[in-house]
């Protein structure tokens, strides 16, 4: 699906501007031109969202200007999707906003509007888990690194049809960890594990003369625990023995997710193609949540999607659509919509598209300074 037209009306600096769209698209121009308010006003007529996921509020009303702001869209099969927010000033100031949508020229209420817009998008045809808007997944390429991570993973696993224990059969590793709380869940038992060594760790300290335990362990560390038994106290060396079995345990745990991540990755790869990788987020392991959050790296770069330069973070977008596209042929490919178009790595960007078909619609922005006026190119 294509969008072929869009009218942009009081948004932002934009004053009235009428745009025709072909399959890829670059808006160029000069700095504060206006590129990225053109971006944003379309995102905003399909999905009620900022690329950044906020709404549309009062800093979005031309400055020095009380009338509403007006954004419609033709797609390439006819319908046209009309959003307007209009402002109510009082001395003024702004009061509130009044939402109002139209399809093919017929007003709707914003609730049904929004979901006959994901209709037409085809968007409601899949139950996605909470927190991931289908919508904004499929166009905004820079969606999952703001959205909700473990919606995120949920998604994923779900596409995957993975669960724990198809993952724990495959590493006898995993069955140590498992039965040291005697079943549960994987973040379940980390969670009492990291725990409980924290517990020990604590009781150890209050030992008195646990220090000179210690000093004594690391010069004995060759003499079995029933010879340093007598040399030290019972019960030091009763919390010592234990705290070392649980840091097995723990060490064992790492190596669990650690194979959990390389068999998952596997699975991702069939779906989302071999161009991302997944990782878990290693500051997490220390709560509760390790096996529920991961993210994503561009792959051949190994870069934090969290950290990473703005061009991976959207090819990894592209290919994480692209791919998911593929596996739900009856999905249509949606526009592609991203700023800073300029900053993407065009190796990269070819390897992407060659290995994944892109389909999709491209409408980005690009800074070029020698623009009086905004054009739109092929990107
Ligand atoms: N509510 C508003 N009313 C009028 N003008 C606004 C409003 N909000 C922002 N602007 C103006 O919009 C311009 C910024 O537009 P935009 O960010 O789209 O530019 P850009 O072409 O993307 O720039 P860059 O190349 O720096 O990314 C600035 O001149 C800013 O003052
Ligand atoms: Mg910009």
């Known amino acids: ?145 703001l959205c909700d991570k ?36 994987v973040a379940t038992s980390y969670k009492k594990l990291t725990d409980d060594i924290k517990k020990i760790n604590t009781e150890l300290k209050n030992l008195q003369s646990v220090r000179t335990f210690l ?4 010069v004995e560390k060759d003499k079995t625990w029933e010879q340093l038994s007598v040399i030290a106290d019972t019960n030091i060396v009763n919390a010592a023995q234990m705290l070392a079995e649980r840091e097995t345990i723990k060490i064992s745990a790492q190596k669990y997710f650690e194979a959990q991540r390389v068999l998952m990755n596997k699975e991702v790869h069939k779906v989302f193609g071999e161009d991302v990788d997944w990782k878990f987020i290693e500051e997490n392991q220390k709560d509760d949540s390790y096996s529920l959050v991961c993210y994503p790296l561009v792959k051949g770069k190994k870069t934090k999607l969290a950290n990473g330069s703005t061009s991976e973070k959207i090819l990894t977008g592209i290919s994480v659509i692209t791919n998911y596209l593929k596996h739900h042929k009856d999905l249509e490919a949606l526009p592609l919509i991203f700023d800073e178009g300029e900053t993407l790595d065009h190796e990269s ?23 009086k006026e905004m054009e739109i190119i092929k990107l």
């Open 1 to 145: 699906m294509k969008i072929i037209k869009a009218k942009i009306t009081k948004y932002r600096n934009l004053e009235n501007l009428t745009i025709k769209l072909s399959k890829s698209n670059a808006i160029c121009g000069k700095n504060a031109i206006g590129k990225t308010n053109v971006l944003e006003a379309i995102y905003w007529c399909l999905t009620d969202k900022h690329l950044n996921l906020t709404s549309v509020g009062a800093e979005d009303y031309k400055i020095g200007d009380q009338d509403a702001i007006a954004v419609k869209v033709e797609l390439d099969n006819g319908t046209t999707i009309e959003r307007v927010n209009a402002p109510t000033y009082v001395k003024g100031k702004l009061q509130a906003t009044t939402q109002h949508l139209w399809i093919n020229g017929e007003e709707r209420p914003k609730k049904t509007g929004d979901v006959e817009i994901d209709n037409i998008l085809g968007t409601l045809k899949l139950d996605t888990p909470k927190g991931i808007d289908l919508k904004q997944f499929l166009i905004n390429p820079l969606y999952i690194t």
């Open 150 to 185: 473990e919606a995120l993973y949920k998604l994923i696993t779900k596409e995957l049809d993975m669960s724990d224990v198809k993952i724990v059969k495959q590493d006898k590793r995993a069955e140590l960890f498992i039965n040291y709380v005697n079943g549960g869940d």
């Open 215 to 218: 000093d004594i362990w690391k």
């Open 349 to 371: 960007l070819e390897k992407v598209v060659a290995n994944s078909q892109v389909k999709n619609q491209i409408i980005t922005s690009i800074v070029r300074d020698e623009y």
